[in-house]
């Protein structure tokens, strides 16, 4: 299948402009820094790692701040751009034309992409952190991918359902389980063995892990994690797509 950069550019465009004017979608990313630099503000600085108790407020922050914004503004800047569009048959009239899907994929992940990976990095100053203390090469990395995931998931909502209404419905509880997890695994131990099977519950354990002593270490089950939920949500929305007709 061939690409045109020309027509990726146009797509490219079309969605930074619609993202930019959709206020509703926009307030994720800067409620996502809010959050974190009121909570580093309020919470006191802890900094625990002793018989098996390991806790640190830039740990926890972190983790939330980057949580948040790959979570909620993520997912959330794929499903209901799409629904719109769905909605009013744009897509449709998009996909029937000369565009292919890889050309729709590539131009329609890339904004968003970008504007959460500017926050992702905005978030180590808000949380208290500096750029020398954070493994900023994995960090990258750890969070880019996430984030593929997180949009990967709000365009399979945005495919399945039929219209804004029904795909907030849907999103609402997606995010919550998922931003939900540095809490849970901070205060419910017997639960967080299976949250570290979650890409969200890889975060945490990322975030938590830069601060201590050894920093992070990758390993093949974070790695195998990661990995297996991209071709999992990749395959699901490959399959959703055609599903759909929305293949031309």
Same mark, same amino acid.
């Given at each position: 299948?061939?690409?045109?950069?020309?027509?990726?550019?146009?797509?490219? +465009?079309?969605?930074?402009?619609? =993202?930019?004017?959709?206020? &509703?979608?926009?307030?994720?990313?800067?409620?996502?820094? +809010?959050?974190?630099?009121?909570?580093?503000?309020?919470? @006191?600085?802890?900094?625990?790692?002793?018989?098996?108790?390991?806790?640190?407020?830039?740990?926890?922050?972190?983790?939330?701040?980057?949580?948040?914004?790959?979570?909620?503004?993520?997912? &959330?800047?794929?499903?209901?751009?799409?629904?719109? %569009?769905? %909605?009013?048959?744009?897509?449709?009239?998009?996909?029937? &034309?000369?565009?292919? +899907?890889?050309?729709?994929?590539?131009?329609?992940?890339?904004? @968003?992409?970008?504007?959460?990976?500017?926050?992702?990095?905005?978030?180590? @100053?808000?949380?208290?952190?500096?750029? +020398?203390?954070?493994?900023?090469?994995?960090?990258?990395?750890?969070?880019?991918?996430?984030?593929?995931?997180?949009?990967?998931?709000?365009?399979?909502?945005?495919? =399945?359902?039929?219209?804004?209404?029904?795909?907030?419905?849907?999103?609402? @509880?997606?995010?919550?389980?998922?931003?939900?997890?540095?809490?849970?695994? =901070?205060?419910?131990? #017997?639960?967080?063995?299976?949250?570290?099977?979650?890409?969200?519950?890889?975060?945490?354990?990322?975030?938590?892990?830069?601060?201590?002593?050894?920093?992070?270490?990758?390993?093949?089950?974070?790695?195998?994690?990661?990995?297996?939920?991209?071709?999992?949500?990749?395959?699901?929305?490959?399959?959703?797509?055609?599903?759909?007709?929305? #293949? &031309?």
């Amino acid at each position: 299948m061939r690409i045109s950069i020309r027509k990726i550019k146009a797509i490219i +465009g079309m969605k930074f402009q619609t =993202l930019l004017s959709n206020t &509703s979608v926009m307030l994720g990313p800067i409620l996502a820094l +809010g959050f974190v630099f009121a909570i580093k503000n309020i919470m @006191p600085d802890i900094d625990v790692n002793k018989e098996g108790i390991s806790f640190s407020t830039n740990a926890f922050v972190l983790s939330f701040g980057i949580i948040f914004n790959i979570a909620i503004a993520g997912i &959330s800047m794929s499903s209901s751009p799409l629904a719109e %569009e769905k %909605e009013k048959n744009t897509l449709r009239v998009l996909m029937t &034309s000369s565009v292919n +899907g890889l050309e729709y994929l590539i131009g329609t992940l890339l904004p @968003p992409l970008f504007i959460l990976i500017l926050v992702n990095i905005l978030m180590i @100053p808000v949380s208290g952190s500096s750029f +020398g203390e954070i493994q900023f090469g994995s960090y990258m990395l750890m969070t880019t991918v996430a984030s593929l995931i997180s949009l990967l998931i709000g365009y399979i909502i945005g495919i =399945l359902t039929k219209n804004q209404t029904q795909t907030s419905l849907y999103t609402m @509880p997606i995010t919550l389980l998922l931003t939900s997890v540095p809490a849970v695994k =901070l205060f419910k131990e #017997d639960l967080s063995e299976i949250l570290d099977y979650t890409y969200t519950g890889v975060l945490t354990n990322f975030a938590n892990s830069i601060f201590s002593e050894t920093g992070y270490q990758w390993n093949l089950t974070d790695i195998s994690i990661l990995f297996g939920w991209f071709i999992i949500c990749l395959v699901i929305f490959v399959y959703a797509y055609k599903k759909n007709g929305l #293949d &031309s």
